[in-house]
């Protein structure tokens, strides 16, 4: 994963992406190792991650990359780099989650081609089980050393498409010809993001191969789940005021690339917000309450509005990026590339079925016994998106849910039905009982009908 800027990374450590005994980070630190300089190919420099030791310690890259011209990007681009967590895997079976390659393959010299320095690009050859997600630029012909980068387990990963291609040698006089392409993420799954590495992978000739296959990061996106609200009770002839929530019931940890932030450069992101919270907060709210002062039961009616709105919706989409019950994603052309969907029972909607599009009015009913009171009550969801410090993204905008009816009864005082006690049974082995209390029994407290009716189409 690479983007562009002109901003620093803090001096301090940045808090990394775990991904099972995987850790991601980036760094804004690199180092030429070659360039087209006395060339007559496209200008291009080929450039390896150099994570600061002090700050990213026993962090490595996952490949080279490869930008366009001949200029430093030294604190203008960010790209992923990984890290052996000191906590193994959740399943001991499966080893550790990077290796270092087992050696390397050539793919193309620039000899003949006239470049000021001499460079090379090869192919890792990884271990059994393992996946290298990127090509790598040697300073001169000799090969790389086996550390300078490292391979994924198969498992973290996903097989993605490919791009354009990024660069190739047509022009240079080369006597062997190369192109360069880099990784696009298949759509994402509910839940997940899939982060394209930001590498290259080189090849002899213009043409892509047929067998030709990338991968991405296959990362989950952090859900932190809170109690939901308890159910309301009508304790009275009229109800009380609701409590306000003291916690979200959802929060949806997004990594800062995700997320698109009109009030700061994506590096400005990373340094000051490296996680974005998407909070939802579900809270009860009375859509109507009524007395049935006479003896007979009554039917009460209530239409409750939604508070779903496809504008409110549409905005927080085009302010953040952010989609619900669909994918989002950076632009094909930039080098910055990933997809993610949030998970439908965060969101509350499935692909197929979106109800936040489902504005129209629910209808109500509740048959209520004599002299009880009844209270009806719907869940609302209201969601926020905060940067770090807490600070709003934008407007927050709301859900209500039509199948989260709760009705609560209150009778006044109770009720009591006395039934006379059984008559003694005498056999030739029975003995006189004593006279029995009366039985009572309490009339029930519940509703004896509700009726829900959702008028949407």
Known sequence: MTTTD????????????????????????????????????????????????????????LGDLAAPGLGDI?????????????????DPTKGKALRRPDDFELIWRDSGSGSKKDGAIWRPIPPEGYVALGSVCSNGHDKPSLNSIRCVRADLLIASGTSDPLWNDKGSGARQSISVWSAVPPAAASGEIHLAPGTFAGFNGYAKPANFVTHSLRL????????????PLLCGETPTALDTPQQPTYTASLPWFTVKDSLLTPLEQLRT??????????????????????????????????????????????????????????????????????GHEFTQCEIYSNEWLNTAAIEVAAVVDGGRSVAAYLIQSDYRLLRADGTGVTNSFSYTDGSSLHISQHTPEALEIV??????????????????EPAVIPTPTEPEAVGVTDTAP
């Open 6 to 61: 002109n901003a620093q990374l803090p001096a301090r450590q940045i808090e990394p992406i775990r991904l099972d005994n995987l850790l991601i980070s980036f760094t804004t630190e690199f180092l030429r190792m070659w360039d087209t300089d006395g060339s007559r190919a496209k200008p291009a420099a080929f450039w390896r991650p150099t994570p600061a030791p002090d700050l990213l310690p026993g962090y490595f890259p």
């Open 74 to 90: 030294n604190g203008k681009k960010v790209v992923t780099v990984v890290c052996e967590s000191a906590t193994p895997s959740v």
């Open 273 to 342: 917000s490296p996680v974005y919270n998407l909070e939802r907060t579900d809270k009860y709210v009375l859509i109507g309450h009524a007395h049935n002062t006479e003896n007979t039961n009554r039917t009460f009616r209530w239409t409750a509005h939604r508070e779903q709105r496809t504008d409110s919706l549409r905005a927080f989409t085009n302010s953040t990026s952010v989609e619900f019950g669909a994918q989002w994603q950076t632009n094909a052309r930039d080098p910055f590339l990933f997809s993610a969907r949030l």
């Open 419 to 436: 039934v006379p006690a059984a008559q003694p049974v005498e056999s030739e082995t029975s003995i006189d009982n004593p006279e029995e």
């Open 220 to 231: 989950q996106i952090p859900l932190k789940i809170n109690p939901r609200p308890e159910a």
